[in-house]
């Protein structure tokens, strides 16, 4: 039986899923986590760490007989490349130029396109087809764009929500850190409040605009699926975002070694 770990390194945290294949070698996510990036830490400290991920589920890292790695953060990638050899005795699949996905990258330069933007681009049109936008809310915010043909066109980036709110922190003194919840009323009666709606209503407000202008150039039928931490609660909020899936991430990872696998 085939045991997929996939793996993707981004800024701010390491998105892990375990897909068991059964006979109809259908992979089915058995396990997820969510870790802290830590680019300070070694290969025998990430090995404890996703060592005691296995054991805290009753499974053991001898099960894994496959890695799959898509990174943003070049210099934590060998380092989980030597995790993959060292902790499961596997060379990993790594996500970069020369691996088929099946989507053509029709950008200026398509080695700058992020991995992790590849791999959920390829997933949403997997998902729910042409053309299709993929937001995704992580320490940036990301658009990314799917044609009618499968083919990928590039998109938009915009600081994430946490990454805007720590840096709003960082140079207003009187201000202080919130949690991203729905306030009472659009119009805060206290600094909480305000912080609050400008957050979550203002995102909502970014993720409509965009998509509106997106389905200016991209067609007025493309539509668009949300991932990543804040994807739901945004979408509460979002006229436009029709669908959130919480590992399409993951689910992009085993569609690529599945097109890649010997």
């Given amino acids: 039986m085939t ?17 068991d294949y059964t006979d109809d070698d259908k992979g089915t996510l058995s396990h997820h986590w969510r870790i802290s990036t830590h680019h300070d830490h070694t290969s025998d400290e990430v090995s404890l760490s996703l060592s ?22 070049p210099p934590l990638l060998p380092i989980f490349d030597r995790v993959s050899t060292k902790l499961f005795d596997r060379k990993p699949l790594i996500v970069g130029p020369g691996i088929r996905t ?16 590849i791999v959920n681009a390829l997933a949403a049109n997997v998902l729910m087809g042409g053309p299709v ?14 044609s009618e043909d499968g083919e ?20 207003a003194s009187m201000l202080h850190r919130v949690e991203i ?31 509106e202008r997106i389905r200016g150039e991209l067609g007025a039928n493309a539509r668009v699926v949300a991932t990543g931490g804040l994807a739901g609660r945004v979408a509460s909020e979002s006229r436009a975002i029709e669908r959130v899936e919480p590992f399409l991430t993951l689910e992009g990872l085993r569609i690529i070694f599945e097109k890649n696998r010997k």
């Fill in 102 to 117: 099946g989507m053509p990258v029709r950008c200026e330069n398509p080695r700058e396109v992020g991995a992790d933007r």
């Fill in 152 to 171: 990928y066109l590039g998109g938009v980036i915009f600081p994430g929500i946490h990454t805007s709110m720590e840096a709003l922190f960082e140079r």
């Fill in 133 to 146: 936008i993929a937001v995704d809310f992580g320490t940036a915010t990301t658009f990314d764009c799917v």
């Fill in 3 to 19: 045991t997929l770990l996939v793996i993707d390194v981004g800024n701010t945290n390491v998105s892990l899923g375990v897909f």
């Fill in 181 to 211: 919840a729905r306030p009472k009323s659009v119009i805060g009666k206290t600094t909480t409040n305000a912080l609050q709606s400008g957050l979550l209503y203002g995102y909502a407000g970014v993720v409509d605009s965009m998509v």
């Fill in 52 to 73: 005691s991920l296995f054991h805290h589920v009753g499974r053991t890292c001898d099960e894994v007989t496959d890695v799959i790695i898509s990174s943003v953060v």
